[in-house]
């Protein structure tokens, strides 16, 4: 295998495009990249030529991307880059750079971000409704997945038969 696979650390250029071609959705975005540099003798940081890379994500990415990024975030893109050149209307040769991402996300050094898992169930899916981001306060994060009992650490009512055991048990260990 010959692709050439890259993580890129950048910024959203502008909100993402979700499209369906086919039956399968993608997004397109922008992303921009600037390398900073610091200047040891003056101790500045410099800012260096910013590169732009054309991000598609295909199926259930493209839609999570759609949901969750918007135009300015600081993100985190993994995925198998191309190399294109083509002649614009000018004449001129143009370079561009594109990325078909496998993976997409939120950079956490620039700030935080709250996870809300995909439904697992066309029912789940007609039922949560999410909205444009699913980042409404006071909202459980969890609420989505989590089964009711499967959380090891929540407390569990005690039933009568375990109330009326544990004296029996501590009598009879007494005896």
């Given at each position: 295998?010959?692709?050439s696979?890259?993580?890129?650390?950048?910024?959203?250029?502008?909100?993402?495009?979700?499209?369906?071609?086919?039956?399968?959705?993608?997004?397109?975005f922008?992303?921009?990249?600037?390398?900073?540099?610091?200047?040891?003798?003056?101790g500045?940081?410099?800012?260096?030529v910013?590169q732009?890379?054309?991000?598609?994500?295909?199926?259930?990415?493209g839609?999570?991307?759609?949901?969750?990024?918007?135009k300015?975030?600081?993100?985190?893109?993994?995925?198998?880059?191309?190399?294109?050149?083509?002649?614009?209307?000018?004449?001129?040769e143009?370079?561009t750079?594109?990325?078909?991402?496998?993976?997409v996300?939120?950079?956490?050094?620039?700030?935080?971000?709250?996870l809300?898992?995909?439904?697992?169930?066309?029912?789940?899916?007609?039922?949560a409704?999410?909205?444009?981001?699913?980042d409404?306060?006071?909202?459980?994060?969890?609420?989505?997945?989590?089964?009711?009992?499967?959380?090891?650490?929540?407390q569990?009512?005690?039933?009568?038969?375990?109330?009326?055991?544990?004296?029996?048990?501590?009598?009879?260990?007494?005896?």
């Amino acid at each position: 295998m010959n692709d050439s696979i890259i993580t890129l650390r950048g910024y959203v250029g502008a909100d993402p495009i979700v499209r369906s071609v086919g039956d399968v959705s993608v997004a397109n975005f922008r992303l921009a990249c600037t390398p900073r540099k610091l200047n040891r003798a003056t101790g500045e940081w410099t800012d260096g030529v910013t590169q732009w890379f054309t991000v598609s994500a295909w199926r259930q990415l493209g839609e999570n991307v759609g949901r969750s990024l918007r135009k300015g975030d600081p993100v985190v893109v993994h995925g198998r880059l191309t190399a294109r050149s083509y002649v614009n209307k000018d004449g001129l040769e143009v370079n561009t750079f594109e990325v078909e991402a496998n993976v997409v996300g939120h950079d956490l050094n620039r700030g935080m971000t709250s996870l809300s898992r995909n439904p697992r169930t066309l029912a789940a899916v007609a039922a949560a409704a999410p909205g444009p981001r699913d980042d409404e306060p006071g909202r459980d994060p969890m609420a989505d997945w989590r089964a009711p009992g499967s959380d090891p650490w929540e407390q569990q009512p005690a039933t009568s038969d375990e109330g009326e055991a544990a004296p029996d048990s501590e009598a009879t260990a007494a005896a």
